[in-house]
């Protein structure tokens, strides 16, 4: 389970933590993400790339059908892809830390048509434990009680955030939208 929350920050590259709202509030950032990598395996049936990121995280992608490249991807390719993820980051004061949490199966249940396109859903609840602001640091810790720094890119999304706060991230990567020779 941790390496899937390292797996969360390392593949992302840049997910942060957005800006916190009240917990009946949560706030949602959706964006398309590059990640070049080394295809490491394919599924032809389902259209599912396995990407081996260069610091040796595993990583799978759904390649749609009017991604013509994926019928010329073989193993061992160097590939820059571009994908779909969400951040959904809500304030639960009364929750307990977690574990990271596959919920995949869950929302694919529930996401109709377009559940092919939804490659994985992790879920934790974590507190926040300290804030640097100057440089853009939250340090937070989940159920295992190990303290997690995370650089914040946008420093602004810090605003609202204070130690203390227990807080439920949603972090979900969806479907391919490109897959070209590496650069």
Not at 45 to 50: D, G, K
Not at 72 to 96: C, H, M, N, Y
Not at 126 to 132: L, S
């Amino acid at each position: 389970m941790r390496s899937q929350l390292i797996a969360i920050a390392v593949v992302a590259g840049t997910v942060a933590f957005p800006a916190l709202a009240a917990p009946d509030q949560p706030n949602v950032t959706r964006r398309e993400s590059v990640m070049t990598a080394k295809v490491d395996d394919i599924d032809t049936f389902s259209r599912t790339v396995t990407f081996r990121t260069p610091e040796g995280l595993l990583s799978e992608i759904h390649v749609p059908p009017e991604i013509r490249q994926f019928d010329d991807l073989r193993r061992g390719d160097i590939v820059t892809v571009r994908f779909i993820e969400s951040v959904i980051v809500q304030v639960r004061p009364d929750a307990k830390p977690t574990t990271v949490e596959d919920t995949t199966a869950e929302a694919r249940a529930g996401a109709g048509e377009q559940a092919a396109d939804l490659l994985q859903q992790l879920k934790v609840t974590v507190v926040i434990d300290d804030i640097d602001r100057q440089a853009g640091i939250v340090v937070y810790r989940k159920d295992d009680n190990m303290k997690v720094a995370r650089a914040v890119l946008d420093r602004r999304l810090l605003e609202g955030l204070k130690p203390g706060d227990r807080v439920e991230v949603t972090y979900t990567k969806s479907r391919a939208i490109s897959v070209e020779p590496g650069r």
